[in-house]
């Protein structure tokens, strides 16, 4: 699963030049995002990477927020398809962050990498603000101690063909996932 995330304006802007999005906007949010926050998404628009601030989770049947999609049936089930299909996106993180079972905050980080591109879906909502959730895969061996699910993790040359082409997105939902780097509660202190 994703309960949080967080990432600083410099790797936020690293991502922007990567997109070829840098001065396009200023984004207002960055640090942790929680859900129902606001959150930098990049996505597609006419056919090339664009950035949008968007709330995190999509509203629920019963009013709750989904945050995450589990990636073996975006296509199949009603609240992602048309998202899955048209509508994909990817989150930057630096670190995004999960709860064990004894109630421990713990800090997931990718070695060697500044930044992490979780991939995601959004929707225009209601409210003219865009929302987004991230989509989960089952968790490889350096996140299942923490918990049985993770981001999926696209790798930032990837990132391009998971916004725009249906077919290469498929493909990319089957990929393993990278080992990532826990960091405990202790440890997080140092890091912000």
Request: net charge negative; with cysteine; hydrophobic share 40%.
């Amino acid at each position: 699963m994703c309960h949080r995330i967080w990432y600083t304006k410099f790797a936020l802007e690293r991502a922007m030049w990567k997109f070829g999005l840098l001065g396009e906007i200023e984004p207002l949010v960055r640090g942790t995002i929680n859900p129902d926050d606001l959150a930098v998404i990049f996505c597609g628009r006419d056919g090339s990477p664009a950035m949008r601030q968007a709330k995190w989770g999509f509203e629920g049947k019963e009013g709750g927020l989904v945050i995450n999609a589990r990636s073996e049936s975006i296509f199949t089930k009603p609240m992602f398809s048309s998202s899955a299909l048209y509508r994909r996106c990817i989150v930057p993180a630096e670190t995004f962050f999960e709860w064990d079972p004894a109630k421990n905050k713990v800090g997931f980080r990718q070695p060697g990498k500044e930044l992490m591109y979780l991939a995601g879906l959004w929707k225009p909502a209601d409210d003219d603000v865009a929302r987004f959730v991230v989509i989960t895969a089952p968790a490889n061996k350096s996140v299942s101690d923490v918990h049985d699910r993770m981001p999926l993790l696209i790798d930032e040359d990837e990132a391009r063909a998971w916004i725009l082409d249906e077919e290469a997105a498929k493909e990319l939902l089957k990929k393993p996932l990278p080992d990532l780097e826990q960091i405990r509660e202790e440890e997080q202190m140092s890091l912000f």
